[in-house]
């Protein structure tokens, strides 16, 4: 154990240092992975707030704790928090532990506000000088399945929500080509200038992908920029067996991709892919801050990215891909994404199997998603607050298991649907005995409602 004494007081002290690091390092081994794969563990140690903030002592003094102290504050920190890596965390698109990961400041978010300020930029440069002042009214173009930074993004780049039009999905949530081309003459009968559309593949609900092809088709007819949100299902792309999914992809001028959610790399591991060749990131982004980038260096500058992004300092995002792929290798990773699409169906057709799970739809990606009809409401699907009821009951069944901790699954409402869960089944750790466990844990929870 380190020596007790402030943690100030080790700066000149590096044996004093390492051993505090040995200490944490420990903390982590023990509370994180360990404890944190151990099916015997709960996902999490649920309290209230209040009871947070006595516990971690959120208040800061000026006078430094003892090293002794940081040690207990960093444990407690660590069982308090989420275990993404345990087999019942399946909440969001992203999880896990592995034994190579790492952190980074970038996210999916930024990839797609990148994208649409790059097409912004393309077709009217002066806008980097003179502003909004240099731009007419302009409009971009995504489903109404986009994930919501598309939005946030034309809201922080000064286009306004309004810029953005929103195209009609099929009832699988794919994009519907025809209704693109007219709201694209609609926005141009209303006076606005269409630059860019933004498709997706791998909706976060449903996990939808949108017929690329055809859209291609559209923004070529158009001039017009074709953005590919590949967040969630850009991975896809390592499968020989799935990858068709994302045909048409190759016709995109950019493309954002997360390896951290289905391939499971360190949270956040984010690229945005450019076909561009012409360095229109350094043009769009670049400041040439001479006491950063002086371009008489020793070495080809050309190796300095930093003044092509928004960040200055950070971290080497792509090291925690690039270890990652060279521990797996392409055909570890290709195995990665297919047994996640395996998991999926099993889980679909043990769901069929069960009374009282109802699915939402055939899922064509990793979302199943699917509602949990409780003993009080089978058979009842004609009476006229069937649909309020059945809303209720994912809300119950997440506090239930979240004070348990027994598993974490994330619900949502979607469109005129009420809530239902949706499990995201892309945990490479995750074994059919964990889809029994779900549907297993479910009915328990649910047996008197």
């Known amino acids: 154990m380190a020596d007790s004494k402030p943690l100030f007081s080790l700066d000149g002290d590096p044996m004093a240092a390492e051993a505090l690091l040995r200490d944490v390092f420990g903390i982590v081994v023990d509370e994180v992975i360990r404890k944190g794969t151990s099916a015997s563990e709960k996902v999490c140690e649920w309290?209230?707030?209040?009871?947070?903030?006595?516990?971690?002592?959120?208040?800061?003094?000026?006078?430094?704790?003892?090293?002794?102290?940081?040690?207990?504050?960093?444990?407690?920190v660590t069982r308090t928090s989420s275990t993404s890596s345990s087999q019942g965390w399946i909440p969001m698109l992203w999880r896990g532990a592995s034994s190579l990961r790492a952190s980074t400041p970038a996210s999916g978010s930024i990839s797609n506000m990148y994208a649409v300020n790059l097409a912004r930029y393309q077709r009217y440069p002066d806008c980097k000088q003179r502003g909004l002042r240099a731009l007419p009214p302009l409009a971009l173009f995504t489903s109404k399945e986009c994930h919501y930074s598309i939005k946030k993004g034309a809201a922080f780049l000064g286009?306004?929500?309004?810029?953005?039009?929103?195209?009609?999905?099929?009832?699988?949530?794919?994009?519907?080509?025809?209704?693109?081309?007219?709201?694209?003459?609609?926005?141009e009968a209303e006076g606005a200038v269409p630059f860019l559309v933004s498709a997706t593949s791998g909706t976060t609900v449903l996990g939808a992908f949108d017929p690329l092809e055809a859209i291609a088709d559209v923004c070529q007819r158009h001039g017009l920029w074709l953005h590919v949100d590949a967040a969630w299902g850009g991975s896809v792309l390592l499968s020989q067996t799935h990858r068709h999914l994302l045909d048409g992809i190759q016709r995109a001028d950019s493309v954002a991709w997360n390896p951290h959610k289905l391939l499971t790399a360190g949270l956040q591991c984010s690229a945005l892919l450019l076909r561009d060749t012409s360095n229109l990131l350094r043009r769009c982004h670049g400041s040439q801050a001479s006491y950063l980038f002086q371009q008489d260096k020793f070495y080809d500058v050309a190796l300095d990215t930093g003044d092509k992004v928004v960040q200055c300092g950070r971290r080497v995002d792509c090291l925690k891909l690039w270890l990652m792929w060279k521990a797996q290798g392409g055909q570890g990773l290709e195995r990665r994404v297919d047994q996640a699409f395996a998991l999926a169906w099993y889980l679909v057709e043990e769901l069929k199997?069960?009374?009282?799970?109802?699915?939402?739809?055939?899922?064509?990606?990793?979302?199943?998603?699917?509602?949990?009809?409780?003993?009080?409401?089978?058979?009842?699907?004609?009476?006229?607050?069937?649909?309020?009821?059945?809303?209720?009951?994912?809300?119950?069944?997440?506090?239930?298991?979240?004070?348990?901790?027994?598993?974490?699954?994330?619900?949502?409402?979607?469109?005129?649907?009420?809530?239902?869960?949706?499990?995201?089944?892309?945990?490479?750790?995750?074994?059919?005995?964990?889809?029994?466990?779900?549907?297993?844990?479910?009915?328990?929870?649910?047996?008197?409602?």
């Open 353 to 449: 199997k069960r009374e009282g799970f109802e699915l939402v739809m055939e899922p064509e990606f990793v979302n199943v998603c699917f509602w949990f009809v409780p003993p009080s409401l089978r058979g009842k699907q004609e009476s006229p607050d069937y649909s309020e009821r059945l809303a209720k009951v994912a809300p119950v069944l997440k506090e239930r298991m979240v004070k348990e901790g027994s598993m974490m699954i994330g619900y949502q409402p979607h469109g005129t649907r009420g809530n239902f869960f949706r499990m995201v089944v892309a945990n490479p750790a995750l074994t059919q005995a964990d889809m029994d466990f779900l549907l297993n844990e479910l009915e328990r929870l649910g047996q008197d409602l």
């Open 159 to 187: 286009l306004g929500t309004n810029s953005v039009r929103v195209v009609k999905t099929d009832e699988r949530g794919k994009m519907v080509p025809e209704d693109l081309e007219r709201q694209i003459s609609l926005a």
């Open 47 to 76: 309290k209230e707030p209040e009871e947070l903030k006595q516990l971690l002592d959120l208040e800061l003094r000026s006078q430094g704790e003892a090293s002794e102290q940081i040690l207990a504050r960093c444990r407690e």
